[in-house]
Nanobody, 123 residues
Framework: QVVLVESGGGLVHPGGSLRLSCGAS????????VAWFRQGLGKERVFVAA????????IYEDSVKGRFTAFRDNAAKTAYLQMSSLKPEDTDVYLC????????????????WGQGTQVTVSS
């Protein structure tokens, strides 16, 4: 069973950048698709981005296209979300999630979750 640990959040000014990481506990990580979600204000988490098992495919929510990039380093057992041109509306808790098949944008399809990392974009 893989455990996910997130890091990389913080406070940045508008237009700044952050790189979130999602580290896995063992090498079975390479069989898992990884997605990033925002906590949001309601019960359901909001899809942001996802990357496939070998990092050659990715999808993005419309508001982050061209600004965020999801990628992974399977040798390091880590997935990343590179966040650029950050806006105040990007502020949220970001969570990584994994599943042992291809990615989807639905939070309900993921069975493994990181603890979340806070991203705050403010002057």
């Amino acid at each position: 069973q893989v455990v996910l640990v997130e890091s990389g959040g913080g406070l940045v000014h508008p237009g700044g950048s952050l790189r979130l990481s999602c580290g896995a506990s063992d090498a079975t990580f390479n069989t898992y698709a990884v997605a990033w979600f925002r906590q949001g204000l309601g019960k359901e988490r909001v899809f942001v981005a996802a990357v496939g098992t070998i990092g050659n495919r990715s999808i993005y929510e419309d508001s982050v296209k061209g600004r965020f990039t999801a990628f992974r380093d399977n040798a390091a057992k880590t997935a990343y979300l590179q966040m650029s041109s950050l806006k105040p509306e990007d502020t949220d808790v970001y969570l990584c999630a994994a599943r042992d098949t291809w990615f989807t944008p639905s939070s309900y399809d993921y069975n493994l979750w990181g603890q979340g990392t806070q991203v705050t974009v403010s002057s």
